[in-house]
């Protein structure tokens, strides 16, 4: 199982960028995806996740109302569309994939078996 971050780059304060998470080698519709940031010097911690069935979206409070989280299962590819960005959104972001996730655990890092490599966000002030 192979996860690719992209759309990672430099983005003002107040603009918007939109990541992706290609996934290959699972059938990608039976897995839940989420999306983690790990800022310097900081623990990675959940963004957004989304469960395979039936589509349910969840956030950090720090980011609702300004993330969204989606899914294309017609091309195994799961987004997070990033808008009104902080400087505090600055980080690596990474995607992940895991199965049998439960509403309690989409929060957890532990949760998700596979992980993309990363794609880095930089929010200037």
């Known amino acids: 199982v192979q996860l690719q971050a992209s759309g990672g780059g430099l983005a003002q304060t107040g603009g918007s960028l939109r990541l992706s998470c290609a996934v290959s080698?699972?059938?990608?519709?039976?897995?839940?995806i989420g999306w983690f940031r790990q800022a310097a010097g900081k623990e990675r911690e959940f963004v957004a996740g989304?469960?395979?069935?039936?589509?349910?979206?969840y956030y950090t409070d720090s980011v609702k109302g300004r993330f969204t989280i989606s899914r294309d299962n017609a091309k195994n590819t799961a987004y997070l569309q990033m808008n009104s960005l902080k400087p505090e959104d600055t980080a690596v972001y990474y995607c992940?994939?895991?199965?049998?996730?439960?509403?309690?655990?989409?929060?957890?890092?532990?949760?998700?078996?596979?992980w993309g490599q990363g794609t880095k966000v930089t929010v200037s002030s």
């Open positions: 992940a994939t895991g199965s049998s996730i439960i509403l309690t655990q989409i929060s957890r890092t532990h949760a998700y078996d596979y």
């Open positions: 080698g699972r059938t990608f519709s039976r897995y839940s």
């Open positions: 989304i469960r395979w069935s039936g589509g349910s979206t």
